[in-house]
């Protein structure tokens, strides 16, 4: 069975510009997170979609982050523009549903400079 | 205060030791633990779940969930090298569906 995908690995740019993450989940797993990671922190939940809907996505902050996962399958997770603070590991994960464990992917290291 | 609070590390035990890695929480909504491991620059791994107080093993893993007291262990016999990773507690309000990660615990286990 097929992980969860994630692009790009790792990703550098400057303050104010934007950068884009894609993930693609497990196959047919409904649930789909996105998760910030700063070093030496665990996990942070940014948004949460359940298929196609937004579950939970108090974390998320909507002046600058935005997520979608249009057909309920792949995601995106955005960020325009970028600041300092943004550099962190950006984690997706997927899950059956939205009570059951998750499985993340590798994740993409954002640098912001 | 944090909803879940794990010991910070980090630890370093020499090879054949039993670890023991420690989160405590404050939430009583939560019912599923978690434990994952994460190698440097990966993904965190699921290792561990359960739903119940007391213990599950596998392996030489053994999580340990007391509700009561809400503190969770993962224990981790025979050390390997291999074993050298960041541990995180995770746990979830499941009417919630909603998921909480500790720090993470930093273990190196030396030859």
Excluded at chain 1, 75 to 100: G, M, R, W
Excluded at chain 2, 49 to 54: D, E, K, N
Aim: proline residues 5%; hydrophobic residues 30%.
């Amino acid at each position: 069975e097929a992980g969860v995908a994630q692009s790009p690995r790792y990703k550098i740019i400057e303050k104010r510009q934007s950068v884009a993450f894609w993930c693609n989940p497990i196959s047919g797993h409904a649930t789909l997170y996105w998760y910030q990671q700063i070093l030496g922190q665990g996990p942070k939940l940014l948004i949460q979609f359940q298929n196609n809907g937004v579950v939970d996505d108090s974390q998320l902050p909507k002046d600058r982050f935005s997520a979608e996962r249009l057909k309920g399958v792949d995601s995106t997770l955005k960020i325009q523009p970028a600041k300092l603070e943004d550099s962190a590991v950006y984690l997706c994960a997927s899950s059956l549903q939205t009570n059951t464990e998750a499985f993340f992917g590798q994740g993409t290291r954002l640098t912001v400079v | 205060q944090k909803e879940v609070e794990q010991d910070p590390g980090p630890l370093s035990v020499p090879e054949g030791a039993i670890v023991s890695l420690n989160c405590t929480y404050s939430n009583s909504a939560f019912q599923y633990f978690m434990w994952y491991r994460q190698y440097s620059r990966k993904g965190p791994e699921l290792l561990m779940y359960t739903y119940s107080s007391g213990n599950k093993e596998d392996g030489r893993f053994t999580a340990q969930v007391d509700k009561s007291s809400k503190y969770i262990s993962l224990f981790i016999r025979d050390s390997q090298p291999s074993d050298s990773a960041t541990y995180l507690c995770a746990m979830m309000d499941t009417n919630a569906g909603k998921s909480t990660f500790g720090d993470g615990t930093t273990l190196t286990v030396k030859p």
